[in-house]
């Protein structure tokens, strides 16, 4: 799972930058696997014709909280062990 987000500057170039909003959840990993955890959530719009025992990083999901992509999936059992 990576994403793209936005960051809002003050004025001041000194100033920190703060987080504003997730543009796109993207997911990257086998076919079926993803389409077994993320369901009709999961957007294949840029890569449709994917045979399920392939690998993709074009998918994308149809929403944009982070927490709902891990629940989704710690539900199919996936256990998170690092991030960056």
Sequence with gaps: VGYRG???LGRDSQADA???RVARITVCGKTALAKEVFGDTLNESRDPDRPPERYTSRY???FTFLE?????LADAGFHMVACN
């Design 6 to 8: 936005s960051y809002t």
């Design 18 to 20: 703060k987080f504003r």
């Design 60 to 62: 994308y999901l149809k």
């Design 68 to 72: 709902q992509a891990f629940d989704k």
